[in-house]
């Protein structure tokens, strides 16, 4: 079953990512209390990404490290770009791969941005108001 493992929010740019059982989605905004809230998306990136980053390229990432804000276990992320899905209660389309960046790679260690091409996440729209938690399931519409 798809489900999310962890969230993690961020207040302002480059700060450390917080861990947060729950938080809420606003449609067209984000979520609530993160950096990007005015953005009006969220970013997904799979544990299993993070798992073989760590055995194929010897980079240990936590899951705030990725600078994700929603980390997932058990779905295929990349297969949800141009699809409806629910995040818990919220409901998301995927809009784009989340490739990694030389900020993120800036803000943890060289490799990452190699380690985690074609697996860095998703950006999805957030389509309807309602709460994330972990162990939230993960559903196509």
């Not at 079953?1 to 450390?16: F, Q």
């Not at 861990?19 to 005015?38: C, F, I, N, Q, T």
């Not at 989340?98 to 729209?125: F, S």
């Amino acid at each position: 079953m798809a489900r999310v493992e962890s969230i993690h929010i961020a207040a302002e740019n480059e700060h450390k990512t917080l861990p947060v059982d729950r938080v809420r989605a606003v449609a067209g905004r984000g979520l609530e209390g993160d950096r990007h809230a005015e953005k009006g998306d969220i970013t997904l990136i799979e544990a299993e990404a993070l798992e073989t980053l760590a055995s194929e390229h010897g980079i240990e990432l936590a899951p705030g490290e990725s600078r994700r804000q929603v980390t997932t276990r058990g779905i295929s992320l990349n297969d949800l770009v141009g699809v409806r899905f629910r995040v818990g209660e919220v409901e998301c389309v995927g809009t784009e791969l989340c490739e990694p960046c030389n900020h993120l790679q800036k803000l943890t260690q060289p490799g990452v941005m190699r380690g985690l091409v074609h697996r860095g996440g998703i950006n999805a729209d957030v389509l309807s108001d309602g709460e994330i938690a972990v162990g939230d399931a993960i559903d196509r519409c």
